[in-house]
């Protein structure tokens, strides 16, 4: 076997990857690894290159693993040489999170808690301003006037800062690569793709390097949008009488020195649109501007089906640097829980309301992660009331009963909203389609099996917000490019097919139902 083009090593490793994958690798441990760059195979030794050095003392450590794997996708000996390079590969799309230990190296060692540190910054000089202080603020007030699209964080956004996230394992990588979006560091990258299920934190990290640079570094014009300000500033302007209306907003947009765009599956489907953030996004990345992405999928997720994102866009978003929010751990609920409760009575003293809220016990407050869901924007309000709660119960001289928690936690969470594993989504898909568990999750292939099949996997990924491994390790050890199809299939079927997708909700409800 003579494998010697650059392309053939970037299949060898990623091949390699799905081994380790398929023998049930940590998904840290794969993540790592998907950051390096393979470069060549020449002489039976796969060379890659990483910018960690953690990268290459994990590699380090797990040789031995990784040449055996590369051994068995090329049916010969090969080696891992890795090496310090300038620039990481890009994030292939089904990239998770890394562990908090990997986080931590991808920036520079500070105390906790952390709030992005304060340092100097020259962006006036480095654009070519020699004007004293106060000329170079007038300047930069003049250019922030000339922008409609620069707005004022608003009251409710300016809480949403670094040092308020609550971080774990689930989001600390994304939390540090939020971190020097806000610093300016690290341009090697230059765009960050943040994604997750609905109220994990995203918008909060999107407005934290939001608020932070308009408090510690004004000199950088950073603009927010979700998708639906952004499909609006597009359409206004191409049904605008002014002619010159679309050129203007395209000049708006490329005076951004940090571009913030959230919830970026609400574009799916506008196809004019699409095609003005493309040439929005490839104009900031060409003059060296950051660009940051939030969405409820990953860049590959986003081109599935009919109407999603084409090729060229997947593969540029894909391009950055990607990290996921995952849902909270039952310790990263009991953190949640103890913060928002200090919170909660520190403003109510500041109001003058310290009365109105209780004191929960942290026996109370384990209880209560037991019982919470996975939304981290309503784990918030569900303290607030548990708090209420205790302070009525405190003044009737008793204290917060463990079914008055269990009360208010179902009428927070809706039925939807609550946890379901993937042991209940293939128990309920077994009993719809009368398959036993060992051919839903064997090697059958029969028609109806494979709908059955199909489907659980789609349902899974829908309701337990696991990674592409984590799925397809319940389901045979399948791997992610098989987990991949499987939702490829579904998506298409329930949009041609009525009876499928109604048969595919009755099943869901099914599930969600008895969470």
Same mark, same amino acid.
């Given at each position: 076997m003579d494998?010697? =083009? $650059?392309?053939?090593? *970037?299949?060898?490793?990623?091949?390699?990857?799905?081994?380790?994958? =398929? $023998?049930?690798?940590? *998904?840290?441990?794969?993540?790592?690894?998907?950051?390096?760059?393979?470069?060549s195979l020449e002489g039976g030794i796969l060379r890659v290159e990483t910018p960690m050095r953690l990268v290459l003392r994990k590699i380090s450590q797990s040789t031995e693993e990784i040449d055996g794997a590369l051994s068995k996708a090329a049916f010969e000996d090969i080696k891992l040489e890795a090496a310090l390079g300038g620039h990481a590969a890009a994030p292939k799309p089904h990239v998770s999170t890394m562990t908090r230990e990997e986080a931590e190296s991808w920036v520079p060692k500070r105390e906790e808690p952390a709030e992005p540190p304060r340092q100097s910054h020259v962006a006036l000089q480095d654009d070519g301003w020699k004007e004293d202080e106060e000329a170079a603020r007038r300047a930069l007030e003049r250019r922030r006037a000339k922008n409609p699209l620069v707005e004022d964080v608003g009251a409710g956004d300016s809480k949403l800062t670094f040092d308020r996230f609550v971080r774990g394992d689930e989001n600390m990588i994304a939390y540090d690569s939020a971190v020097q979006v806000a610093n300016g560091v690290n341009k090697s990258y230059g765009l960050l793709f943040i994604y997750g299920k609905s109220g994990l934190g995203k918008t909060h990290l999107l407005r934290a390097i939001q608020n932070y640079i308009a408090q510690n570094d004004p000199s950088r014009i950073c603009v927010y949008k979700d998708a639906s300000s952004f499909i609006s500033d597009y359409v206004n302007a191409s049904r605008s009488e002014n002619k010159s209306a679309a050129d203007e907003l395209r000049q708006n947009y490329a005076d951004i020195d940090v571009l913030i765009v959230d919830d970026v599956?609400?574009?799916?489907?506008?196809?004019?649109?699409?095609?003005?953030?493309?040439?929005?996004?490839?104009?900031?990345?060409?003059?060296?501007?950051?660009?940051?992405?939030?969405?409820?999928?990953?860049p590959a997720e986003l081109g599935m089906g009919k109407d999603g994102f084409d090729e060229r866009v997947t593969s540029r978003i894909g391009g950055g640097f990607t990290a996921s929010v995952q849902v909270p751990s039952y310790e990263l609920r009991v953190r949640l829980i103890e913060k928002f409760c200090e919170r909660a009575l520190e403003d109510a003293e500041k109001d003058g309301l310290a009365g109105t809220m209780g004191k929960i016990s942290p026996k109370m407050q384990r209880f209560m992660a037991e019982k919470a869901g996975n939304n981290i924007r309503l784990i918030e309000g569900f303290c607030q009331r548990c708090l209420l709660a205790e302070a009525r119960a405190e003044a009737a001289g008793g204290e917060l009963l463990e079914s008055e928690v269990e009360d208010i936690c179902h009428e927070v969470w809706p039925t939807s909203e609550r946890r379901v594993s993937i042991e209940q989504v293939q128990k309920v898909v077994e009993r719809n389609y009368d398959v036993a568990h060992g051919d839903l999750i064997g090697s059958k292939r029969n028609k109806s099996l494979m709908e059955a099949r199909h489907v659980a996997i789609w349902l899974c990924r829908d309701l337990c917000d696991q990674t592409f491994a984590d799925i397809g390790k319940k389901f045979g050890g399948r791997s992610h490019a098989t987990v991949m199809h499987s939702l490829r299939v579904v998506d298409t079927a329930k949009k041609d097919d009525r009876v499928f997708n109604e048969k595919l909700m009755q099943i869901r409800e099914e599930i969600v139902g008895g969470a």
């Open positions: 494998i010697t =083009e $650059e392309s053939d090593a *970037e299949a060898l490793w990623q091949d390699a990857l799905d081994i380790l994958a =398929e $023998e049930g690798k940590p *998904e840290s441990f794969l993540a790592m690894l998907r950051s390096c760059e393979p470069k599956q609400g574009l799916i489907g506008k196809a004019g649109t699409i095609n003005f953030f493309f040439d929005t996004f490839n104009t900031l990345r060409a003059s060296g501007k950051w660009v940051v992405l939030a969405a409820d999928r990953t």
